[in-house]
Each structure stands twice: as C-alpha cells, then as structure tokens.
C-alpha cells in the first residue's frame, strides 16, 4: 500500500472533516513568530492514540507527523516536540494532570483529543471543558487546537458533546468520524488498513489523522497570510458551558504531597515516559498496610492501578476516619487489554472542605503490589 498517495489524494475528505475553522487570533501570533525565526513549543495531550500506540516507531504516530508539519513549513523556527499522551486516561485525568505534564513547559500550541477515551454524556462534557479551560486560560495563552478519533468499527466516541464545548469556545476542529470514517463506511478505505483492533491505528492510521489536522492547519496559514483575512481578538468565554466543576482539579502525588505511611512506599525512579503510568506514585504489599492524605475538596477520586492479570490486591478507603462506610478498590482489571491506571469516584460534596482519606490493603496478593497512582480533587 502507498501510504503517501493515498493520504495525498483524501483532500476533499480531509475537509468534509473540518467542524469549525475558530477564530485564529491566538494562532497567527503563534505563527507569525515561528515565521520570524523564534522558538516555538507544539504539545498534545490525549489518551494511547496520542502516545503513539501501535505506530511501529514514534516518529511515526499522528503527533511527530504534527509536529514536523510545522518544522517543514518554518524552516526559521526551532520547534519543540511536548507530546504528554498517555493511554487509557480520559479528559477527567487530563483535566488534572495538563498543568504538571504540559502546561509548565508553556507550549505555544496544544492539541487535545480524548474523543474515544470519554464517553458520550454530560460527565465527560464538564471534565473535558474543564481541560480545555484550564489550556486556555494558562498565564502563557496557548492556542488550542482539538479533533476527534472514532472507534473504526462502528463510529462512536464522544465527539457530540466535546464538539458543543469545542464550538463554544470557537477552536479549530477536526473529526475522523466525518471524513477518514466515512470512506471505512463507503468501503473506499477498510478498517483493517487503519488499525488491527479498531481503535488505535497503525502507521497509516496515524498518517491519515495528522492529514487531516495539517489539512485545517495549511488553510489556517492561508486564510491569515495568503488571503490576509481580519482576524478578531480571541477573548475566552467569561460563563462556562457546563457547571465546570472540574477546572480546578489537581493531581496529588508522591512529588507533590506528603502522606502517612504504614507499610506504604514512595515510588519515585526516574521517569522515562508519561506513557508508564506507574511512576511517583505509592506501593505496599502487606494486609493492613495503610497511606493517608489531608485534602481540601469537594470530589475526592483515587487512581489506582488495575492488573489484567489476577488475582490483584484489594483495599478500601475511609473518608474522615468513618469505617462504616468505605469503598473498595479492587485492582483486578475486568479488561484483558492491559493494566489500567483506574480513576474511581469515592465521594462528592455540595461544598470545599478538608477531609482526611486512609487507604488500608484488606486483600493481599503474593508478589504483587497494591499500586496507588495518584489522589485526585476537584
């Protein structure tokens, strides 16, 4: 398969793709600097697709392909590569995690996408504006740029209700569902070619996305400087869409909190790539075993690793010191994909208070940790 001719030859796919140009105040600063020789900072936060699962090297996932469309078309500019994917995580984790994994770098572009990692309802809408909040509003004024992936067999992903948040904000958009997914339904492309299981795709899936994005990408630089089209001030919205109760969310890990431990171990090795989640978190063994946390929030949820491979350890939560009502924290994963750095809800309340959370091993395994990823609040 020529990978190349095809990709050249979906044009007018590619923009059947295009859900909203945006305004493009924020990109035409961007560049118009990369134009004027300076350093630029191109990030994408997402799930495995943007990690650059499956592609049989990283360079050749949609990403790097990304960002090499804006090193080839500023050869003046020197352009960093931030790419901060990390698989099986959702726009609830993202939300928490983009100011620590990207955001501190201050990219001067950031692609989000978490379309088929989120479900399509109300909850995903308010976690993902909440992303898409905290990019925009960042002190440096990234520009955002989102799109869509689509689960190939059959099309769905939460693109409804992302593309409502992304149109409010009036950000350039992309779907796969509208344009590479359409020709999988008209049988001009076959699933098999884009990806083995329906959801990550392989080299030419990952082409095919970063055409379509660099197909929005080259008209944007033409509707600013070939047709030098008046581009009005970009000014985020002041009323969020949804109740945005998860702007605030912070990630708490063993970087950057201190917890009681009984049994529990600090694991803090160098890390190498976002895409292992088991770094910076904590990790006993024994029964009994116990961490505890002092926070201030509203909504208390605990990441955790789940195994793939059981039996896994189990532990519960008390919140306040109340053993009458806990929650178990099973790490056997129901999936047999991999393990799973699992974000689970504990409680939720009307207002910010603090709140002491213990986490004690009730169910261990031989030669098998209980692995505490991370506290989330919000």
């Known amino acids: 398969m020529d990978i190349k001719f095809k990709t050249l030859n979906l044009k007018k796919e590619f923009d059947r793709g295009i ?3 945006g305004n493009l105040s924020r990109i035409r600063r961007v560049m118009k600097r990369a134009i004027a020789g300076e350093t630029i900072k191109v990030g994408f936060i997402g799930g495995s697709i943007t990690a650059g699962s499956v592609a049989t090297v990283p360079e050749n996932c949609y990403a790097y392909q990304v960002y090499l469309w804006w090193k080839n078309k500023f050869p003046l500019s020197t352009v960093e590569y931030l790419n901060a994917g990390i698989g099986a995580t ?27 990692n989120d479900s399509d309802n109300d909850f995903y809408m308010e976690t993902f504006e909440g992303l898409l909040r905290k990019i925009l509003l960042y002190p440096s004024e990234p520009t955002l740029f ?9 099309g769905h992903s939460a693109q409804r209700v992302h ?21 999988i339904e008209k049988g001009t492309i076959l699933n098999t070619e ?13 082409s095919l996305i ?16 070939v047709h030098e089209s008046e581009v009005e001030q970009y000014l985020v919205v002041s009323q969020p869409l949804t109740q945005n ?4 969310s912070e990630r708490w890990n063993s970087i950057n909190s201190q917890a009681k431990l009984e049994g529990f171990q ?6 190498y790539s976002d895409w292992n989640m088991l770094r910076y978190g904590w990790y006993a063994g024994s029964k009994g075993s116990s961490i505890r946390f002092e926070v201030e929030a509203r909504k208390i949820t605990i990441q955790y690793c789940k195994y793939a491979v059981h039996p896994a350890p189990i532990a519960k939560v008390m919140i306040d010191g109340n053993d009458k009502d806990v929650t178990f924290l099973d790490a056997n994963f129901e999936e047999t994909w991999g393990d799973c750095p699992y974000l689970q809800d504990i409680v939720a309340y009307d207002v910010i208070g603090k709140h002491t959370v213990d986490i004690i091993i009730t169910d261990e395994v031989k030669d098998k940790n209980f692995y505490l990823v991370a506290i989330i609040t919000a």
């Open 146 to 154: 989102m799109f869509n992936n689509v689960f190939y067999d059959d």
């Open 163 to 183: 593309n409502l948040v992304g149109k409010y904000y009036d950000l350039p958009i992309v779907s796969v569902k509208d344009s590479i997914y359409e020709e």
């Open 90 to 116: 959702t726009s609830q984790f993202g939300v928490a995690r983009v100011e620590q994994d990207l955001l501190k770098a201050e990219p001067d572009m950031v692609f989000a996408e978490f379309s088929v």
């Open 19 to 21: 859900i909203n140009v």
């Open 210 to 225: 970063a055409g379509l994005i660099t197909n929005l990408l080259d008209r944007i630089y033409d509707i600013i400087f």
């Open 266 to 271: 600090k694991d803090d090795p160098i890390r």
């Open 194 to 206: 884009i990806s083995s299981d329906n959801l990550h795709p392989n080299d030419f899936g990952h």
């Open 245 to 248: 109760r998860y702007f605030c």
